[in-house]
């Protein structure tokens, strides 16, 4: 069976929970129902530049493979961790994708986040949302919206929509404004509906 960390945060201890679950489906969207914090599963931790996601089928954490080879980003490693929001579903139909401006994070570990806004791209024309998060042990955790952080760290934002931008070939990766943090969390909401009707859906 998989092993899946869960923070302090949810279970009082560090320990790992051997579950059959898939991470997508099983973990809730909250540690708490009116919390203002949200689940975040680390898929591809900070300072590392292999490419991992959960396999939306299996519930499995894998390093994908493309043409035969594990992926790894040929660019500097991710400056933050990078997964996503349990029971949401965006756009493409997969999880929303969040990074986290924060410490290092194991791969596999669920984390409490506060969203404080986002990026919005257009990767090859579709579009492709960055959620931008960070848990209470960030030194960015004082800030409560991207339009604070851009005005006092504009420099931090710019590492990682730069960052977004390049990783890829050129020109893909279009950049096409921020989001601010109340329309983050709508688009959080609005995915979490999508995924509660594509469960019941899918469970009938």
Partial sequence: MRQIQV????????????????????????????????????????????????????????????????????????????????QTLGGDGDPIDVVTMDVFSERGTINPIRIIGGM???????????????TDASVFSKYESIEELLLTKPGAVSIFREWFESYKKPGKMIFHGFISREDAIQKVLKGHNKWLEHHRLSTK
């Avoid at 708490?32 to 949200?38: A, T």
């Avoid at 292999?50 to 490693?77: A, C, H, I, Y």
């Avoid at 919005?120 to 960070?134: A, H, M, Q, T, Y």
Wanted: aromatic content about 14%.
């Fill in 7 to 86: 923070s302090s945060f949810l279970v009082g201890i560090v320990l790992p929970l051997f579950l059959s679950a898939n991470p997508i489906n099983d973990i809730p969207l909250r540690p708490e129902p009116d919390s203002g914090l949200f689940n975040f599963f680390t898929e591809i931790p900070a300072g590392t530049n292999q490419k991992w996601e959960v396999n939306s089928d299996t519930g499995e954490l894998e390093w994908e493979v493309k043409n035969g080879k594990k992926r790894l980003v040929m660019f500097l490693p991710y400056p933050g961790n990078y997964g996503f929001l349990p």
């Fill in 120 to 134: 919005n791209f257009f990767d090859g024309g579709d579009e492709d949302i960055k959620l931008i998060g960070f």
